[in-house]
């Protein structure tokens, strides 16, 4: 999974993981200069950084520590502003770059505009407000620490991490240090506990623990930094040292949708299992993605470190205890077979499901799966999104990625993030035989598939009190979206998201002939002459113009017509960060959000346009009324 969300964590500081028996230098500088207030460079961050041994010693708050007789320069961020004492705490942040599905790594922009002084005055706020000494350590590559942010989740690293708080605790007198990481930064934390035995207190908050777990929900077999062989704290667990002052808190929020509650839980009952001290906490996170626990994390260390015990700790910061428990079982909702047969639920058992409405089409019953959540507030007009289609467009009869992870859990998580990103209802639904739906998957872009998705909306409106709808879909979604433009008039926004919306011109682009089957399907092109204006209706195209999948050309095609008509459409043009060029799940639903706010045309080109589009031999203009 790929992390969008880190300028919601523009506070946070970063640790790294580390291993014994590597040798460091804790020589103090003669000298210690102020901290510089040059921000950061993603250059070095993408590059890797490098600094000498002299230029090193020249340097506020840093070490030289040799790991295989090689030496990297790692900063730190010290302060005793809230008070001095022989124990420290120590945090550990999250990454500092996206990565997309290409591998392309950008640094985040809250990085780049961070310094080591404001780095420093980070850490003395933290020391006061903690009221005991706080340390922040720059992982290798990261916050003017030397070495290779690519090579972050290795052996390496956490040797070069343990090396220098070696060397920090030698140089500032600590006896024992107490932890506290979240995100990424739990997992430098966790590794620590198995190479380290001077750590009291190791708070865990929405942290990569079970990293083998993680990339399985992913569908993936290589870390995103194409390491396939990254550490594993789950793994680490029996060889941590059993000791009377340890103890282990995991602080989780169920609904995290970047590290999901199901991982963390999973390092949880195997530390339990080989013994150790360790506590689970379910707590309520404030971003809209259940994920920033920082501040309880960071309380909870220090809690820990003055003595606070257990059950305490718990009723001070356990607000949000699930359901069910996170690990229980959550199965995949789209079996390979969806994709050669039809799924078959009758109405009874439709009635038993949670979220699902039975309608009928043409004298046949369908049972329609839908995922509705208010965590961001109640209002009478919903954002819908409807996903892709279930294959693989590179190998026939397989599921993709994303719709062979997908579960009941994974698909409520992430309707209540996009609630909260909303403020208000939020609902995905499945299309003809997907996601728990019954019909016939091999019938997606009829009329059928748009008219059960239609009946599904329509039972839906005063089951929960709506008025208006805000469409979003990607892909095989987007032209369920586009017939639903042109058959309702309850519709506000509608973003069609690389976008199958000129069916036959798609085909022709591909080199297909327009036989019978072709013929028989929904295409929205056909329909747009017939469409009329409707007060308050916004339809958006987003396209990447390099799609593998869907041309370009087709989805430009449908945008011109519909402009053509003296109707009111925008034409995005953006990267889709993926190899074929296609996709866009997300900013497809953040852009419907956005409209649904009432965002203008040229804030949204502003906001999401990216990419050049080829000339247009039609109309040219991305907008059009």
């Known amino acids: 999974m790929r992390h969008l969300v880190a300028v919601l964590l523009c506070a946070l500081f970063v640790l790294g993981l580390a291993r014994e028996g590597a040798h460091a230098q804790s020589s103090t500088p003669a000298t210690a200069p102020a901290f510089e207030?040059?921000?950061?460079?993603?250059?070095?961050?993408?590059?890797?950084?490098?600094?000498?041994?002299?230029?090193?010693?020249?340097?506020?708050?840093?070490?030289?520590?040799?790991?295989?007789?090689?030496?990297?320069?790692?900063?730190?961020?010290?302060?005793?502003?809230?008070?001095?004492?022989?124990?420290?705490?120590?945090?550990?942040?999250?990454?500092?770059?996206?990565?997309?599905?290409?591998?392309?790594?950008?640094?985040?922009?809250?990085?780049?505009?961070?310094?080591p002084a404001t780095m420093q005055d980070q850490s003395a706020r933290w020391s006061?407000?903690?009221?005991?000494?706080?340390?922040?350590?720059?992982?290798?590559?990261?916050?003017?620490?030397?070495?290779?942010?690519?090579?972050?989740?290795?052996?390496?690293?956490?040797?070069?991490?343990?090396a220098a708080l070696d060397a920090i605790k030698s140089r500032h007198g600590y006896t024992r240090l107490h932890l506290a990481g979240h995100s990424e930064g739990g997992h430098a934390a966790a590794a620590l506990l198995a190479r380290r035995t001077d750590l009291g207190c190791v708070a865990l908050a929405s942290s990569l623990l079970a990293v083998r777990s993680r990339l399985a929900e992913a569908g993936r077999d290589d870390d995103v930094t194409g390491n396939k062989h990254p550490v594993d704290p789950t793994a680490l667990v029996h060889q941590v040292v059993k000791r009377p002052d340890l103890r282990i808190i995991v602080v989780t929020d169920h609904d995290d949708v970047l590290i999901s509650a199901r991982s963390q839980t999973a390092y949880v009952r195997r530390a339990a299992a080989a013994g150790l001290p360790v506590q689970q906490i379910f707590a309520a996170a404030p971003d809209v993605?259940?994920?920033?626990?920082?501040?309880?994390?960071?309380?909870?260390?220090?809690?820990?470190?003055?003595?606070?015990?257990?059950?305490?700790?718990?009723?001070?910061?356990?607000?949000?205890?699930?359901?069910?428990p996170p690990d229980a079982d959550d199965p995949a909702l789209n079996a390979p077979a969806v994709l050669s047969r039809s799924v078959s639920i009758s109405e009874s058992e439709c009635k038993t499901l949670r979220n699902a409405a039975w309608v009928r089409v043409d004298g046949t019953g369908y049972c329609v799966r839908y995922w509705i959540s208010t965590a961001g507030g109640s209002k009478d007009e919903a954002v819908v999104f409807i996903h892709g289609d279930l294959g693989d467009a590179k190998t026939p009869g397989k599921l993709n990625t994303y719709s062979a992870a997908m579960t009941a859990g994974r698909m409520q998580r992430d309707v209540q993030r996009w609630s909260r990103a909303y403020g208000g209802p939020y609902i995905a639904i499945g299309r003809l035989g997907a996601h728990g739906s019954s019909g016939d998957h091999r019938k997606r872009r009829s009329p059928l598939e748009i008219r059960v998705v239609m009946a599904a909306l329509?039972?839906?409106?005063?089951?929960?009190?709506?008025?208006?709808?805000?469409?979003?879909?990607?892909?095989?979604?987007?032209?369920?979206?586009?017939?639903?433009?042109?058959?309702?008039?309850?519709?506000?926004?509608?973003?069609?998201?690389?976008?199958?919306?000129?069916?036959?011109?798609?085909?022709?682009?591909?080199?297909?002939?327009?036989?019978?089957?072709?013929?028989?399907?929904?295409?929205?092109?056909?329909?747009?002459?017939?469409?009329?204006?409707?007060?308050?209706?916004?339809?958006?195209?987003?396209?990447?113009?390099?799609?593998?999948?869907?041309?370009?050309?087709?989805?430009?095609?449908?945008?011109?017509?519909?402009?053509?008509?003296?109707?009111?459409?925008?034409?995005?043009?953006?990267?889709?960060?993926?190899?074929?060029?296609h996709g866009f799940h997300n900013e497809s639903q953040n852009m419907a959000i956005d409209c649904a706010k009432d965002m203008g045309d040229d804030a949204l080109i502003a906001k999401y346009q990216n990419k050049t589009a080829p000339a247009s031999r039609g109309l040219s203009a991305s907008r059009g009324r």
């Not at 916050?143 to 290795?154: F, L, N, P």
């Not at 990267?575 to 074929?580: H, I, K, L």
């Open 37 to 115: 207030t040059e921000p950061f460079s993603g250059t070095d961050l993408l590059r890797g950084k490098r600094i000498t041994q002299a230029e090193c010693a020249a340097l506020p708050s840093a070490v030289w520590v040799a790991v295989d007789q090689q030496g990297e320069c790692i900063r730190y961020y010290h302060s005793t502003a809230g008070g001095s004492g022989p124990e420290a705490v120590v945090y550990f942040s999250t990454e500092v770059a996206s990565t997309n599905a290409r591998g392309e790594v950008k640094p985040y922009d809250f990085y780049l505009k961070l310094t």
């Open 458 to 581: 329509d039972e839906l409106k005063p089951w929960h009190g709506l008025r208006r709808f805000h469409l979003a879909g990607q892909s095989g979604g987007a032209h369920t979206v586009a017939g639903l433009v042109q058959m309702r008039t309850d519709v506000g926004c509608a973003v069609m998201a690389s976008g199958v919306i000129s069916v036959k011109t798609r085909a022709r682009d591909q080199g297909k002939q327009i036989d019978s089957r072709v013929k028989t399907v929904y295409d929205p092109l056909d329909y747009v002459a017939a469409m009329q204006h409707q007060q308050g209706r916004r339809m958006i195209v987003m396209s990447d113009p390099d799609d593998q999948i869907v041309s370009f050309r087709s989805q430009r095609e449908f945008a011109e017509r519909v402009k053509a008509k003296g109707l009111p459409i925008l034409h995005v043009s953006a990267d889709a960060g993926t190899e074929s060029s």
């Open 128 to 162: 006061r407000s903690l009221r005991m000494p706080y340390l922040y350590l720059g992982r290798p590559g990261t916050y003017g620490s030397s070495g290779e942010y690519a090579k972050r989740r290795t052996a390496r690293e956490i040797d070069l991490v343990s």
């Open 289 to 324: 993605y259940a994920h920033n626990l920082i501040r309880a994390g960071l309380s909870a260390a220090v809690d820990c470190a003055r003595g606070v015990g257990d059950e305490a700790i718990v009723w001070k910061y356990q607000n949000k205890v699930p359901e069910t």
